[in-house]
């Protein structure tokens, strides 16, 4: 498992090579109270992310009116949304969340993950379906299925996750988001890409 610490506005991505599978679970500024900063909607849109990759998929994690804004997002980086994937929640008895703690007229017992593609990645069709039903863990948190469908979708690939947490981290997987413990860069080239744009850095 490999991850930076870092404010994804500024950050160089060219540092970190190219990936298959990219995941973003934005801090969309949708109004509603977090326990983390959001960013604007020109700041989301300005993410310079295009030279991730050339031919590969995103996951776009959104809610409320980031339904919409998450589409505009996949455009202008270069995307084509070709689905949705849906996380239908569930508490620890394996039953429907009926009390939500998210939802303005209604409870939300769901979440949606835009899917993108650019290029022409070379992955897995029609393995698994588009649903996931998990149990609801801490808030913001994602269900740790999605990971087992994107090794399937795009075997042994590079892949990495923007906005992560340290629960986040895992092998295969770079992470890069503003509450991860410090740097863990074991690559090789990445390492050597980075100290050059960032010597004052410290990487594990
Ligand atoms: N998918 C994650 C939750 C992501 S919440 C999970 O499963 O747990 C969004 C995360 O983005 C938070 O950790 C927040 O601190 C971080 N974040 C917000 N603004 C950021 C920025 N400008 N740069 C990097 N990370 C940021």
């Known amino acids: 498992a490999q991850w930076l610490n870092c404010d994804v506005r500024s950050f160089n991505y060219s540092v970190l090579g190219q990936f298959s ?6 801090p969309w500024d949708i109004h509603m109270e977090l326990p983390y900063g959001t960013m604007t909607d020109e700041e ?25 804004l998450g589409r505009d997002c996949l455009t202008t980086w270069g995307y084509k949304c070709v689905g949705e994937i849906l996380w239908i929640k569930t508490n620890q008895l394996q039953r429907l969340i009926r009390t939500g703690r ?7 017992s769901k979440e949606h993950c835009l899917v993108g593609i650019k290029g022409d990645p070379k992955i897995n069709h029609n393995i698994d379906t588009d649903v996931i ?24 690939t590079r892949k990495l996750e923007i906005f992560g947490r340290a629960h ?12 991860l413990p410090g740097t863990r860069i074991t690559d090789p080239q990445v390492r050597e890409l980075f100290a050059e744009s960032y010597p004052d850095v410290p990487i594990d």
């Open 44 to 68: 989301m849109l300005a993410m310079n992310v295009q030279c991730l990759q050339t031919d590969g998929v995103i996951c776009l994690w959104v809610t409320g009116r980031a339904m919409e």
């Open 133 to 156: 039903v998990a149990e609801v863990r801490e808030t913001s948190r994602k269900p740790d299925e999605i990971y087992g469908m994107l090794e399937r979708l795009s075997p042994g």
């Open 21 to 26: 599978v990219l995941m973003a679970d934005p």
């Open 102 to 108: 998210t939802g303005h007229w209604m409870n939300h």
């Open 168 to 179: 986040n981290t895992r092998p295969g997987w770079f992470t890069l988001g503003n509450q």
